[in-house]
């Protein structure tokens, strides 16, 4: 069964600061995709990014950069010079195929990051 | 861009009371995930339907039902509400499909909240 540990429950950090935030997953599949998502306190899931389970470089995007690591099952996020408006829970994700198609997608138990100014 | 529709976005029930929740996907997209977040948890995955018809099922108690209609539009009838029941509901869709598979686009939820 697939499973995702985001072991970082609660964060604060002061505004500018870099932070991580931790994502470990188990699957046995060899094909798998793997998500961040962002839920501000309003609730809605906001999409930050995909990988899939071949592609192992590294992506940054503005503040933004994740790191996948498959020879520790690892897939972390960090945000560069943090923002008050970067306060929100943040879930990491797995989906592993179904009939060769996209499957449900396994939540970790999410990270509460709280950016003070 | 068109986005997935949800309804109602909030609703109140009292206990044993039924509720229908609706989604309604991306345009052409044939795949429909709904999913349950209870205050402070993580989203589970309740059911999935593909082309009408169900496609995978996740801890979805035997008090609810979903199905899926030929406009690909689904909706979510719980029944005999329970206080646990409270939570914001997601639904989410996607085209099925081979390599390089569609994401799933989320729905802005349905927030229940059982009396």
């Known amino acids: 069964a697939q499973k995702v540990t985001q072991a970082q429950t609660e964060i604060s950090v002061v505004e500018k600061e870099d932070v991580t935030l931790d994502c470990v997953y188990e699957?046995?599949?060899?094909?798998?995709?793997l998500f961040w998502y962002k839920q501000p306190p309003s609730g809605e899931l906001v999409f930050l990014i995909r990988?899939?389970?071949?592609?192992?470089q590294n992506e940054i995007s503005g503040r933004y950069s994740w790191n996948f690591q498959k020879s520790t099952s690892s897939f972390n996020f960090t945000i560069t010079a943090s923002q008050v408006v970067d306060s929100a829970v943040y879930f990491c994700?797995?989906?592993?195929?179904?009939?060769?198609?996209?499957?449900?997608?396994?939540f970790g138990k999410g990270i509460t990051l709280s950016v003070r100014p | 861009a068109a986005g997935v529709i949800q309804s109602p976005r909030h609703l109140i029930k009292e206990k044993r009371e039924t509720a229908t929740l609706k989604c309604y996907p991306i345009?052409?997209?044939?795949?429909v995930y709904w999913y349950q977040q209870g205050p402070g948890q993580d989203p589970q995955f309740l059911i999935s339907?593909?082309?009408?018809?169900?496609?995978d099922k996740g801890s979805i108690p035997d008090r609810f039902s979903a199905q899926q209609f030929s406009d690909y539009h689904s909706e979510l009838n719980m029944s005999s509400l329970e206080l646990g029941d409270s939570a914001l509901y997601f639904c989410?869709?996607?085209?099925?499909?081979?390599?390089?598979?569609?994401?799933?686009?989320f729905g802005p939820g349905t927030r229940l909240t059982v009396l």
């Open positions: 699957t046995r599949d060899t094909t798998y995709y």
């Open positions: 989410a869709s996607s085209l099925w499909g081979g390599w390089p598979h569609s994401e799933q686009f």
């Open positions: 994700a797995l989906s592993e195929t179904l009939l060769g198609a996209n499957s449900k997608l396994t």
């Open positions: 339907f593909y082309e009408k018809m169900q496609s």
């Open positions: 990988r899939n389970s071949f592609d192992e």
């Open positions: 345009p052409r997209h044939d795949t």
